[in-house]
């Protein structure tokens, strides 16, 4: 199941996509920044602003 997970490169979004990671989810990340380094590789990062909303609903598409 994949998840879509807001604000990767910041602190909360990253814990987040950690615990999703632990509990067997693929994560995609949505945030302007790089998801940090233990991160990279593990989650599909898109860049883009959340007040983008046609950028958002993309990065949505197949996420749970």
């Known amino acids: 199941m994949r998840v879509l997970v807001t604000g ?31 991160l990279r590789g593990k989650i599909e990062p898109i860049y883009a602003d959340l007040t983008d909303r046609f950028a958002l609903l993309r990065a ?3 996420c749970e």
């Open 8 to 38: 990767t490169g910041g602190r909360v979004g990253a814990v987040t996509a950690r615990e999703f990671l632990a509990h067997g989810y693929e994560v995609r990340g949505l945030d302007k920044n790089p998801p940090p380094d233990d």
């Open 60 to 62: 949505a598409e197949g």
